[in-house]
């Protein structure tokens, strides 16, 4: 279930002042969370563990609804949109059926399908040409369920006119309806009490969405109550139904608007912070939910958003690169504010940003993952460090790749540096759970090269390469391979090269375990002159 205020979710006027440390962002992202839903009123799966824990439906309405009164009330008929805006519908039924022209004229027509286009035309006789029903065609069926599109359901179907296009309303008793929604909301193995609060509180929402002045009260989809029609019911759903047959919750003599979720993640949503603006509703506050560590939506995350398309999701003109995040009385996030790398200031509703990103709820969580080395280049045998931050995401481990595999360094916890001295090529990571943030450090061989004759370089490589030595000279406005030294098992080589004045270039390429490395070396007249004595 996912509820509509004044046709959408409405956006953030009043925050509480329960806050979060800031976490950095210029690394990555991490996200995490709890339940899964809008969190007001009963939870499905804290019922469930409820159930498990021996409660009857009635203590886990008490629980989920405190104050309300169980009720009994007559069986009004509800109507349910199950199409809108279709270019044709097939209505159909096992036995012999009635159509109505909504103005209390019926014909009888015969067991079939038939299919009805927006101008509602039927044969009414056999052999007779199609006629007209004009804006609304009722049709029942007293001995088997209609049929729309192939699914069956309880009641009558009426189709209304509009223009170009047809929509198709179920008219059903309540309890008809309920045994409809309860195996759609609730899985039917589940305990019966878990199952008979399920009918109740579907059964009382229900009432509490009746709506006289339109031509539909109810959508058969999370923006109301889940709807699956005859198809949908299951024994031991049909039972809870029955057992609690006409109950509702009141309050004050009302029936209560009894709005439910999956999962709450451990403490359900009050009314108004789940949809700022809303007024305080008595029944609908926040309260503990154990049993929801059932759900395997209970804790959810860690993954990664990187700080740029956070920014991006959710049109902020530069990458974040600091989030806080304000939380309300029922511990969700009310509004995140977040830091641009230009300076600005941004603030997002909880809503807003747990839709860019898909959330399963607002109650989340966005920690930083990061690790940086002082440098991403060294020369072999230099130190580097390397800077690891976990903020907001629990425990992480600072890992090195030798090979294809990961060796850990280090448990990190907040922010932690590292002295390391890297023999070769270096990646480094920093995981939590599936999630790491890495980065690499590339060591250059150290090389020296010089002169020691006018026709001899003479130089040294640590450590020794699997890529060859080349000497380049500059000649006539490009560089061209003079020499290729072999460098000996010790590191060091020594290469005849006529040397002349200009400029000299000596490379090692990348081996793939250790960076290309290069020196210039300028050779000039008074150089060769001394050489020469």
Known sequence: MRVRLGGALAVLATVAATTCGAARADGLLLVSGHGWGHGVGMSQWGAYGYALHGWSYKRILGHYYPGTRLSRIGEPRVRVLLAQDVAVATVGCAARMKVGDGRGRWWKLRAGTYGVGPKLVLPLRRGARGRSLGRVAEFQCGRAPLELDGRPYHGDLVLRSAGGTLSAVDNLPLDAYVRGVVPAEMPS??????????????????VSELKPNAHYDLLPDTRDQMYGGVAAERPRTDRAVYDTSGEVLTWQGRVARTYYSSSSGGRTESVQDAWPGAAPIPYLRSVPDPYDTYSPHHDWGPFAVAAASLASRLGASSPVSSVRIVRDESYRAAQVVATLASGATVRWSGEQVAQALRLRSTWFSIGELSVEPSSTRVLYGRSVRIVARASGVGPALLQ???????????????????ELTPPRDAEYRLLVGQAAASASVDVAPRLHVEAAGAALLRGSIEPRPASPVRVWRWERGGWRVVARPVVGPSGTFATPVRLRPGGYRITVDADGTLAAAQQRLRVTRRLLASLAH
């Open 189 to 206: 193995k589940w305990g019966i009490a878990a199952l008979e609060a399920q009918a109740v509180a579907a059964r009382s929402y229900a």
């Open 400 to 418: 090195a790749r030798r090979g294809s595999a990961w060796r850990t360094l280090r448990r990190v916890r907040g922010t932690t540096s590292l």
